[in-house]
Each structure stands twice: as C-alpha cells, then as structure tokens.
T-cell receptor, first 113, second 112 residues
C-alpha cells in the first residue's frame, strides 16, 4: 500500500519555485523517500531520493523534516516542461531484500506561462 | 536513459487469448518489475523479480504470471486475457532493492 499522502493538484507560474508537499507519517527508520514524475503517457522518471538529510541534484531539491514525517520536493525554476504528475514514495533503502515501489495517486503539477 | 526496451509498444488482442509482454534491459540490473497503470488507480505493482528465476507477487498479480530465465529479460504473461486487463503496462529495473528504479516507455494493451 502507498504510505504517502499528496495533494491531488497544484499549479505554479513559469520561472517560480514549485514546492510539492508529501506526508509520510508512518515511515520507518530504514525507509527512504523517493520522488518520481510522469509526463503524459511516458514512463515514470526518477527525480531524487533521501533518507533524512536534505538532498539536491540537477533536477530538484528534497527537504525532509527532522521527524521524517513529511517532505517537500522543490523545483527551483519551474518550466512548462515540468508539468507532470509527481509521485512521492517511501521505500526500503540499500540492504533491503524487497525493493518494491508502491505508487499513490500523486500530485498533478501544472506550470502556466 | 536506462537501457530498457518494452515490446510490443501497442497490442490489441481478443478476450481469452494468451498474451506475452517482454521487458529487455541492457544494464545488467538485478531487479525488474511489472506495473500496470489505469485511470483512477495510478501505478500498481503486478510482479517483480530479484534475480534469475526469482520472482514474487505484487499487489495485483491475479491473472498474470512472469518468468525470468536470464538477467536481461522479464516476461509478463496473461494466460487468458480479459477486458479488465486493458491497461498500460510499465517495466522497471533497479540495480538493487534500495536503489532508484528506471522505467520503460510502456506497452498499451487493449483486450476486446
């Protein structure tokens, strides 16, 4: 079962930061927070993941609260091409023997000009 | 892009016929997954594999079987297709159980 809660939709002006929240109040100590996005009809695309420290890569930043019960994905300068469904997922990390990814409904982000 | 190829990309089949979808990877990753995606349900895990000949069920495995006889190929079989199996099917791979997964472009299956 998906262990995350996300708002069904958000919008953002082009060039502004998009902040996508996710609640994962039942996350356990060995579970990572992963973010994927899916642009219409394409396969999901990996964005970023983290355990407890904030993470940044060329696509986005991930801010995880100290209690790890929620996180925020930040797209610093949203473009029209960032319009997609964004999925927040909790998943066991390295050393896991399961590796299953369970997707929830995600957040439809619409970036407008 | 990760080297994942799904075939066929589109298929229309009749109810009651067997169908096999293929996922081929060139990354030598240990884990492979099959998902289906339907409106209102998002992505749901069907089966996954954690090595050659090692597979396990996901959350919606009824009516599906899988096989993995070599690292690079993961086959999904619908023994007798039903209209409820009309969906978009995605394959994914990951190097390890806790590492990021990469997805293929999907197979659109229509059962009439």
């Amino acid at each position: 079962d998906a262990k995350t809660t996300q708002p069904p939709s958000m919008d953002c002006a082009e060039g502004r930061a998009a902040n996508l929240p996710c609640n994962h109040s039942t996350i356990s100590g060995n579970e990572y927070v992963y973010w994927y996005r899916q642009i219409h009809s394409q396969g999901p695309q990996y964005i970023i993941h983290g355990l407890k420290n904030n993470e940044t890569n060329e696509m986005a930043s991930l801010i995880i609260t100290e209690d790890r019960k929620s996180s925020t994905l930040i797209l610093p300068h949203a473009t029209l091409r960032d319009t997609a469904v964004y999925y927040c997922i909790v998943r066991e990390g390295r050393g896991s023997t399961l590796g299953r990814l369970y997707f929830g409904r995600g957040t439809q982000l619409t970036v407008w000009p | 892009d990760a080297g994942i190829t799904q075939s066929p990309r589109h298929k229309v089949t009749e109810t009651g016929t067997p169908v096999t979808l293929r996922c081929h990877q060139t990354e030598n990753h240990r884990y492979m997954y099959w998902y289906r995606q339907d409106p209102g349900h998002g992505l749901r895990l069907i089966h996954y594999s954690y090595g050659v000949k090692d597979t396990d069920k996901g959350e919606v495995s009824d009516g599906y079987s899988v096989s993995r006889s070599k690292t690079e190929d993961f086959l999904l079989t619908l023994e007798s297709a039903t209209s409820s199996q009309t969906s978009v099917y995605f394959c994914a791979i990951s190097e390890g159980a806790g590492t990021e997964a990469f997805f293929g472009q999907g197979t659109r299956l229509t059962v009439v």
